[in-house]
């Protein structure tokens, strides 16, 4: 029964992706592509598995900007937020500023902040992936904070509840599932944005380095591996915030058995 | 209850005014901090001799890592190359060749994220086989591929408006079909009881409920565009854009930081427009939903 | 006065958006006196202020004009010192909390002991016959139960007055005429004073000790009709011929009210 579930929502899925590789493949080997301009699939893993261990090197030194630039981004965000939620001026001031700011190619900052801390310090990167993270991290708390149900804000006046009662027993928990989905958004942001502010240049031992100018040399199974082990990271950082999530909120809709 | 549309419009002023008020204390905040920091200042023509010190000499106010707000302000008028024309004729073309690229890609990636919500709303089968990427896409770093694709094509600007289109259309696609599975079951009911054919039910219900979720993803790629474009031109050789600006002044920028920070300000100044060309129709299109209500 | 009146409410008048173009007189001179153990029935055509009138009484809203004084003091200080519990329409449990914890929350805010929350949550719970579900949360539940729970949270801390907002308005017929029993035979048990508001006659004169229809734009009280019907009320009353009567009576003004309006 569940196994019958399982397989009806994700055979598609898995036959899909299995069919594209085998295209690509065939492809490759029909048409005799080269291998500087499109390699099979193949080749890519062969390469993946022979520098394995220079690559999971390269990874880790990205990952470590990603992560460090997400809990800078994350903690300021949601600080931000809790700190004007109380005033409602400084809310509305404040949205539209942000709403605005998040609009803004803030990847175009990167030259800059590597001019601030220096080219090959992670520290630039994490800057950058912080600020991307901060909008969405703010915009979505202060959602979460505000938008409360009318009658549990009514309930918490009848039992005379105080600002700082109503903010802790209403406000966070009604923001949690809010405060998650801009988790989610920015696991993929930390993991993209520290990978396209190297493309500014950095570490020769960082992904998008190593991305770009293995591409500049046509040797694109380097490349490709490299984005493997970037994806890798990305949807396993997605999946552990998804992880966290279940644990932590089990009462939202979206965890409800049909 | 529903705001009445003159307190609407008081809104709009109160937030109008706020934004100003706080570009204006960054403003003020950078400066502050170049007066207490920076380095030493002095007049451009300066007989007395003047100069001000400031008490501290923080490294990142001096004048390379932070310029004074007026030397950013002022290279706009300055010619960036010797001979050449003021740098603010350079920027707003690049922002014009970044902007098509963007637009372009941004068009094409819509109706690309149009057709494929609608085809999925419609074909379960598509939408089981073909969502997962959709969603996990998501995850992965596309603009990461962005180097390949930029080599692959050749194709000069047309490819960096791929890579836009390539960011546009996820968003798109995912909104699509979930306005389009919005509408009440029961409301879905009713017109079948009309009898009417799946073109009808797409136009007279599905699409009109799908509206805003669709205007909510193009504001996200609005803004996903013009990064696209942006980064796009990086790894493609393309120096007509902006892109290729900031790699430009970057190179350049112990000789004159203030036109690497003029090209960001006009990148953000690009970002902002796009996100309010596209707000703006979508206002255009929905105000009529959101006609004030009188109610006690 | 022999018997100082539980809620008195002197010469209230409520005007919303007042000075502006869509000003709206909700309630107009409104005078009401409420004795301990009552179980008074607001009820009126749509429109009429009755919820205002009871938000009015909760100090959730505040009157333009007049006095409101609750267990002989203002409404602001009941509202404070909990005086009553509040019933709302909808259930408003909070999702992230269990049943027993969504009944545990007045106590929280009133620092009651864990050991005495845990108590006081599950005697709330098995009062209306919900006492297997405390670990539940409230969307596994059905509409009625989700009711239920809410009103064990308006008693959880003994309040001497419950203050009622169209409880039973969004249930089935079924579920309403169990939730009547229950709440007479909780009534019946306790001392409480019960202001509730409701659109339905049968379910006032079932209830009540005292029936006030008010009339619409501006609101004001058109009648009062006591209900002399025997305590405590059981399925029969239903069956009573003065039952009847009660109620054709009141449908009989309700619809000279809605006429004069219309």
């Known amino acids: 029964m569940n196994f019958r579930r399982f397989w009806s929502d994700y055979a598609p899925a898995v036959i899909l992706f299995v069919a594209v590789i085998a295209i690509w493949e065939g492809a490759v080997i029909l048409f005799a592509i080269e291998r500087f301009i499109l390699p099979a699939p193949s080749a890519i893993w062969s390469n993946f598995v022979e520098n394995f261990d220079r690559l999971v090197g390269i990874g880790w030194f990205t990952t470590k900007e990603a992560l460090g630039g997400f809990f800078i981004g994350c903690t300021l965000g949601i600080g931000t937020a809790l700190a004007t939620a109380r005033w409602l001026t400084v809310r509305e001031a404040l949205m539209p500023f942000a709403i605005a700011a998040n609009s803004v190619p803030i990847l175009a900052f990167a030259p800059i902040v590597n001019n601030w801390f220096g080219v090959d310090n992670p520290v630039s990167k994490m800057v950058i992936v912080a600020v991307i993270i901060f909008f969405p991290m703010m915009i979505n708390t202060v959602r979460g904070l505000t938008l409360v149900d009318p009658a549990a804000l009514e309930l918490m006046r009848s039992y005379a509840a105080s600002e700082f009662e109503i903010l802790f027993k209403l406000r966070i928990p009604n923001a949690l599932p809010y405060v998650f989905s801009g988790f989610k958004v920015a696991a993929s942001l930390s993991m993209i944005g520290a990978v396209v502010s190297e493309f500014f240049g950095g570490n020769r031992q960082a992904l998008g380095v190593f991305i770009t100018q293995e591409a500049a040399l046509f040797r694109f199974e380097n490349s490709w591996s490299a984005i493997i082990i970037a994806c890798f990271v990305g949807i396993t950082f997605y999946l552990v915030i998804l992880g966290i999530e279940r644990i932590s909120i089990p009462w939202h809709v979206s965890f409800r058995e049909k | ?296 | 006065m022999s018997i100082q009146s539980t809620i008195s409410i002197k010469n209230t008048t409520k005007i919303f958006n007042q000075g502006s173009s869509n000003e709206v007189v909700a309630l107009k001179d409104i005078n009401l006196e409420i004795k301990p153990h009552e179980f008074v029935s607001l009820i009126g055509p749509s429109g009429c202020g009755k919820s205002t009138l009871l938000r009015l009484v909760a100090d959730l809203i505040v009157p333009t004009v007049g006095e409101i004084t609750v267990n002989g003091k203002s409404a602001r200080r009941a509202r404070v010192e909990q005086d009553y519990g509040f019933v709302f329409q909808a259930a408003t449990l909070y999702d992230w909390r269990t049943v027993t914890k969504n009944v545990q929350l007045p106590l929280e805010l009133m620092g009651y002991s864990r050991e005495e929350r845990k108590h006081k949550a599950q005697e709330m719970l098995e009062l209306v016959e919900l006492g297997d579900f405390g670990n539940h949360y409230p969307w596994q539940l059905s509409g009625g139960m989700q009711q239920r729970v809410s009103i064990a949270r308006s008693l959880a801390f003994d309040p001497p007055i419950l203050l009622m907002d169209e409880p039973f308005g969004a249930l089935d017929e079924m579920t309403r005429e169990r939730m009547n029993l229950e709440l007479q035979n909780i009534w019946d048990r306790t001392d409480t004073t019960i202001l509730f508001v409701t659109h339905s006659i049968p379910e006032a004169v079932f209830l009540s000790s005292r029936v006030v229809m008010l009339s619409p734009r501006p609101g004001r009280i058109a009648e009062i009709v006591d209900v002399d019907l025997p305590m405590p009320r059981i399925n029969e009353a239903r069956e009573d011929p003065h039952y009847f009567e009660l109620v054709n009576h009141l449908r009989d003004t309700l619809r000279k009210i809605e006429g004069e309006d219309g």
């Not at chain 2, 004048?63 to 008028?77: C, R, V, Y």
């Not at chain 2, 963007?102 to 109706?111: Q, S």
């Open chain 2, 1 to 296: 209850m529903r705001e009445s549309s003159s307190a609407a419009g008081r809104k709009f002023i109160r937030q109008t005014f706020s934004l100003i008020l706080i570009l204006t204390m960054i403003a003020v905040v950078w400066e502050g901090v170049k007066l207490i920091g920076g380095d030493p200042w002095w007049p451009d023509s300066n007989p007395f001799g003047l100069e001000y010190k400031p008490p501290f000499r923080w490294k990142f106010a001096s004048d390379l890592n932070l310029p004074h707000l007026w030397d950013i302000f002022g290279t706009f008028s300055q010619p960036a190359r010797r001979n050449g024309p003021p740098l603010i004729e350079i920027l707003v073309s690049a922002a014009f060749f970044t902007f098509r690229e963007a637009v372009v890609g941004f068009a094409g990636g819509t109706l690309l994220g149009l057709s494929l919500g609608t085809l999925f709303a419609h074909i379960k089968i598509m939408e089981k086989g073909c969502m997962p990427y959709v969603v996990a896409s998501q995850t992965v770093p596309i603009l990461a591929i962005a180097p390949m694709v930029i080599i692959w094509l050749r194709a000069g600007w047309v490819s960096v408006a791929v890579i836009s289109a390539y960011l546009t259309f996820f968003p798109v696609t995912i909104n699509t079909l979930r306005g389009l599975q919005s509408p009440d079951p029961l409301a879905v009911d009713l017109l079948e009881s009309y009898a009417a054919s799946k073109w009808q039910i797409l136009w007279k219900l599905r699409f009109p409920a799908a509206l805003p979720y669709i205007f909510t993803a193009l504001k996200v790629s609005a803004t996903a565009s013009i990064v696209g474009a942006i980064i796009g031109e990086l790894p493609s050789g393309i120096r007509d854009g902006l892109g290729g600006a900031i790699l430009n002044f970057n190179q350049y920028y112990i000789s004159g930081p203030g036109r690497l920070w003029a090209t960001i300000l006009i990148s953000a100044a690009v970002g902002i427009l796009f996100f309010i060309l596209i707000a703006l129709a979508e206002w255009l299109v929905l105000r009529k939903r959101f006609r004030p209500v009188e109610t006690v």
